[in-house]
């Protein structure tokens, strides 16, 4: 996966390299044959500290392989690699695979009663000035529609609930056909999904 082979020779920038993900696999299939197989679980490696001489911990969670790993992830994007957990997704219904068909149905249903309960016609005006704020209404219309949005874009672009927070409104642009009709919401990011786990 580096740019150097076992032997310590570098290896030619022609020669075809596993991908970082590659050296993820490797790095968790060591975690388990000395965490599960060995049973010395996942207390990292230490130097011999004991009478015998012998090392204690699994070494593939030592702080060496770890610090090993941060900077080969980052040489490998440096070197253009693409990162991990930024492969585009282009249908929810692509998701089947990840998330199980009930919770993907009771998530849509979810989002589905948000927006009839959003769109009913006495909950979309505010209350009159002066008149008290009933502790069901504890925000007006504008902030539910805001909500409403914010779930279902990270719904839609199977964001966590970090980076649905930090979306901004000058990360949202409206496209319009040439009729002037919108037709399209476009979401620009500000940063790379890059997490592993999500």
């Known amino acids: 996966c580096d740019?150097?082979?076992?032997?310590?020779n570098?290896?030619?920038r022609d020669e075809e390299r596993p991908t970082y993900a590659h050296a993820q696999k490797m790095r968790a299939a060591m975690s388990y044959a000395f965490g599960r197989l060995q049973r010395i679980g996942l207390v990292p490696w230490q130097e011999p500290r004991t009478a015998?001489?012998?090392?204690?911990?699994?070494?593939?969670?030592?702080?060496?392989?770890?610090?090993y790993m941060v900077s080969l992830r980052r040489r490998k994007v440096q070197a253009?690699?693409?990162?991990?957990?930024?492969?585009?997704?282009?249908?929810?219904?692509?998701?089947?695979?990840?998330?199980?068909?009930?919770?993907?149905?009771?998530?849509?249903?979810?989002?589905?009663?948000?927006?009839?309960?959003?769109?009913d016609q006495?909950?979309?005006?505010?209350?009159?000035?002066?008149?008290?704020?009933?502790t069901n209404n504890w925000c007006g219309p504008a902030i539910r529609l805001m909500i409403q949005a914010a779930i279902t874009i990270a719904f839609a672009c199977l964001l966590r609930f970090d980076e649905?927070?930090?979306?901004?409104?000058?990360?949202?642009?409206?496209?319009?056909?040439?009729?002037?009709?919108?037709?399209?919401?476009?979401?620009?990011?500000?940063?790379?999904?890059?997490?592993?786990?999500?």
């Open 122 to 134: 006495g909950r979309s005006t505010l209350p009159q000035a002066g008149g008290h704020v009933l």
């Open 52 to 67: 015998s001489g012998h090392p204690t911990g699994n070494p593939s969670v030592s702080e060496i392989v770890s610090s």
């Open 3 to 8: 740019v150097i082979d076992i032997e310590g």
């Open 164 to 198: 649905a927070l930090r979306i901004q409104i000058s990360d949202i642009e409206f496209l319009r056909d040439k009729q002037g009709n919108q037709t399209i919401l476009k979401l620009m990011l500000r940063s790379r999904k890059t997490s592993q786990f999500g």
């Open 80 to 119: 253009g690699e693409t990162s991990v957990s930024s492969r585009a997704i282009t249908e929810v219904r692509s998701t089947c695979k990840l998330v199980s068909l009930p919770l993907l149905n009771l998530l849509q249903d979810t989002i589905r009663q948000l927006y009839n309960y959003n769109s």
């Open 10 to 12: 570098p290896i030619s």
